[in-house]
């Protein structure tokens, strides 16, 4: 059984607890939070679980096998660096970290310690990226030709972070995942208001080898709740809307074909439109099926999509997005 230690109860900080202690194979032993009140709720759901205000208390508690770090951003560098050389794996909420630089960093520690981190990118595990990724390894889509990604709403406005370091996180890592390939540089725009000096709003642009293109948008100030992503392949096309409660994916046989004849200048495009039919999604407990990899991973070794290294690619390319925004939409190299 391997023992968690969660720091921060927060937000976010309630789910990861739920998951760990539905998880096969993992218990939540410790929980700590800088909030009394909080620590009294935790108590009330758990009663088995020992709770603290003091971080070194549970990263040192010998009853603490790996530490869930659930906090904000700029703190997540020096908590898992503490934990790490304490001798324990880690599981941080996204993003990663705040620089790329810290990232390496981690990474360095936990293979030197030969210990593991791992990355809440939790739509990784749901069924219908597992189902995307499956039908681009099955070549159901054909060469791809784009990514195209819709996240927002109205808030959740973070204090700490811009709209790209609070949701872009999600796209980037199904995008880093589904496609299978680096970014070569990125593009990105984006404004913020009410004099806070964070983007709520930005516009991403990715751009691929072999004329691949994967676009972002996030957004905090939408009057409406999407959940929308495009992926357009020579063979077929591909919806998702995370929002639908039934058919998430919906495949389209549709498509252009573009050819010049020969000896001729002028352009012969058809135009294919075929059937659309929904392939069946495995409805699963995402954060669930984390929290069991992320026991099987530390127990078992192997490897893992939302590894330390993924962190790191993620924070590089969100660290290259950012660049891009305050150069007023420079092309960055990633």
Aim: aromatic share 10%; with cysteine; charged share 25%.
């Amino acid at each position: 059984m391997l023992r968690i230690g969660v720091i921060g109860y927060g937000y976010w900080g309630p789910n990861i607890v739920r998951n760990f202690t539905a998880a096969n194979g993992s218990e939540v032993k410790m929980v700590c939070d800088m909030n009394q009140q909080t620590l009294k709720k935790v108590k009330k759901a758990y009663p088995q679980v020992s709770v603290t205000d003091n971080i070194d208390e549970l990263i040192k508690n010998p009853e603490v096998d790996a530490v869930a770090i659930v906090t904000p951003v700029f703190t997540h560098h020096d908590l898992a660096k503490k934990a790490l050389e304490a001798g324990k794996s880690v599981f941080l909420e996204k993003p990663f970290t705040y620089t790329v630089a810290e990232a390496e960093d981690l990474v360095e520690l936990a293979a030197k310690k030969n210990l593991k981190l791992m990355v809440d990118h939790t739509f990784l595990y749901t069924g219908a990226v597992r189902k995307i990724r499956q039908l681009i390894d099955d070549n159901i889509l054909g060469n791809l030709y784009y990514f195209d990604s819709v996240r927002v709403n109205l808030g959740l406005f973070q204090h700490d972070v811009n709209v790209i370091w609070d949701l872009a996180p999600h796209d980037i890592s199904i995008m880093d995942y589904v496609i299978g390939e680096k970014p070569q540089a990125v593009v990105a725009t984006g404004v913020g208001h009410f004099d806070r000096n964070l983007e709520d709003i930005a516009y991403l642009t990715f751009y691929y080898p072999d004329n691949v293109i994967a676009h972002i948008n996030v957004n905090w100030l939408s009057p409406v709740k999407v959940r929308t992503t495009l992926i357009g392949g020579s063979k077929k096309m591909l919806v998702w809307n995370d929002l639908e409660p039934d058919e998430k994916i919906k495949i389209y046989d549709k498509g252009v074909n573009v050819k010049t004849k020969e000896g001729q200048y002028n352009l012969l495009v058809d135009y294919r439109s075929g059937d659309m039919w929904a392939p069946k999604v495995v409805q699963t407990e995402a954060l669930k099926l984390m929290a069991e990899k992320f026991v099987d991973y530390v127990k078992n070794g192997g490897t893992a999509v939302n590894d330390g290294i993924a962190g790191l690619n993620n924070v590089r390319m969100l660290e290259a997005a950012n660049k891009s925004i305050n150069n007023k939409g420079e092309i960055t190299y990633i």
